[in-house]
């Protein structure tokens, strides 16, 4: 069985930074890629950043030059350096992983979701 952990969300003021982390833990051989995505209340989650085993990133154009992912394979870690926060970057956070490998599937997997809330 594979988890997704997330961890670092919280509340900041606006301009401020945060650092959100996501460990997948189970019996996994490889994982293709791993991302963030964003729900903000009454709108549909979006993705926010994803990075690929070979180190390629894309971004959604609104937090291009003030998020960073970054991905630790040996670890199956990704982490999310969110600067300069504004007002609408708050939502619920959400760590995912694609095309994860294991001793027995393949599949693609969610974490439960951390609380990222930006302050005016």
Do not use: H
Not at 25 to 39: L, T, V
Not at 48 to 62: F, L, P
Not at 81 to 106: F, H, I
């Amino acid at each position: 069985q594979v988890q997704l952990v997330e961890s670092g969300g919280g509340l900041v003021q606006a301009g401020g930074s945060l650092r959100l982390s996501c460990a997948a833990s189970g019996s996994i051989i490889s994982i293709n890629a791993m991302g963030w995505y964003r729900q903000a209340p009454g709108k549909q989650r979006e993705l926010v950043a994803v990075i690929t085993g070979g180190g390629s990133t894309n971004y959604r154009d609104s937090v291009k030059g003030r998020f960073t992912i970054a991905r630790a394979n040996a670890k199956n870690t990704v982490y999310l350096q969110m600067n300069s926060l504004k007002p609408e970057d708050t939502a619920v956070y959400y760590c995912n992983a694609r095309g994860v490998v294991t001793t027995t599937q393949v599949g693609d997997y969610w974490g439960q979701g951390t609380q990222v809330t930006v302050s005016s």
